[in-house]
């Protein structure tokens, strides 16, 4: 089993940035495959970002591109989101999520092992 718990939400305003952290805990979480999801009011939850567990492989939204950046740090069992100009369509609870065996691609297509329980970001305009 991994346990996930992500930390770092909270309120900003536009053209902010924030970091997200997502601690891992059980399972080695240096061979596990880590992304970020988010899901805004009213709509389904979208993939974000991912790595694989070297940190060599990182793949993003076509949305986030730019923007976001997703890094690791295997010592730690962290997994950290980096947010920039943010924008008030970025408000969403943000999900950290891993995989035993899906590579960073596949994560925006299959679902994950396991999920955190998401911290919320709210941008205001």
């Known amino acids: 089993q991994v346990q996930l718990v992500e930390s770092g939400g909270g309120l900003v305003q536009a053209g902010g940035s924030l970091r997200l952290s997502c601690a891992g805990s059980g399972r080695a979480f240096n061979i596990l495959t880590m992304a970020w999801f988010r899901q805004a009011p009213g709509k389904e939850r979208e993939f974000v970002a991912a790595i694989n567990w070297r940190g060599s492989d990182l793949y993003y939204a076509d949305s986030v591109k730019g923007q976001f950046t997703i890094s690791r740090d295997n010592a730690k069992n962290t997994v950290f989101l980096q947010m920039n100009s943010l924008k008030p369509e970025d408000t969403a609870v943000y999900y950290c999520?891993?995989?035993?065996?899906?590579?960073?691609?596949?994560?925006?297509?299959?679902?994950?092992?396991?999920w955190g329980q998401g911290t919320q970001v709210t941008i205001s305009s």
């Open positions: 999520a891993a995989d035993r065996y899906k590579g960073a691609q596949a994560m925006a297509v299959g679902g994950p092992d396991y």
